[in-house]
């Protein structure tokens, strides 16, 4: 694949009080020795925004947008699984908090199911349900992947 290929170029500064929540927030994703921050920080971008993305673009069918919204949706809820259970927060709250938010959001959920949040896979031979053991970042690497059309080194 020829390398010639233009790349768009986008810088990003931000430099947080350093008792401020996004201090302790970038702190930590700097620490964190698996992934490099630029990953990691990709990764959360793509999972909450990809979708949105693919759809404005015209390089992109409407399955491709489907697909990556599927795959965004799935890599989100296994982040609230993995939240919760590290935080040891109470999952059968979610209904209650989901309801109350579409209906802040206008959206009639009253027929509604909850969301099925799955208990995300053994990773590095720990579990992720058991808080003491669990890894925040453990499986966050799913949306680090090429696109279509992208180089394999970024």
């Known amino acids: 694949m020829s390398r010639n290929k233009k790349q768009a170029n986008f ?19 700097q620490d964190y020795a698996v992934l490099d921050t630029k990953t990691l920080i990709l990764n959360a971008v ?6 949105f993305a693919y759809q404005e673009s015209p390089h992109y069918t409407d399955e491709q947008t489907r697909r990556i919204g599927w795959h965004c949706v799935f890599t989100l809820l296994n982040q609230v699984e993995r939240i919760c259970c590290v935080l040891g927060l109470d999952r059968s ?27 995300p896979p053994k990773t590095n031979g720990v579990s992720a349900s058991n808080p003491s053991q669990s890894n925040a970042f453990a499986g966050l690497n799913m949306l680090s992947y090429n696109h279509p059309g992208e180089d394999e080194d970024d």
């Open 11 to 29: 810088n990003f500064r931000y430099q947080p009080s350093q008792d401020s929540a996004d201090a302790a927030l970038l702190n930590y994703l």
């Open 46 to 51: 793509r999972a909450f925004w990809l979708p």
């Open 93 to 119: 709250e979610l209904e209650v908090w989901a309801r109350g938010a579409g209906v802040a959001a206008g959206v009639n959920i009253s027929n509604s199911k909850p969301v099925p949040v799955t208990k």
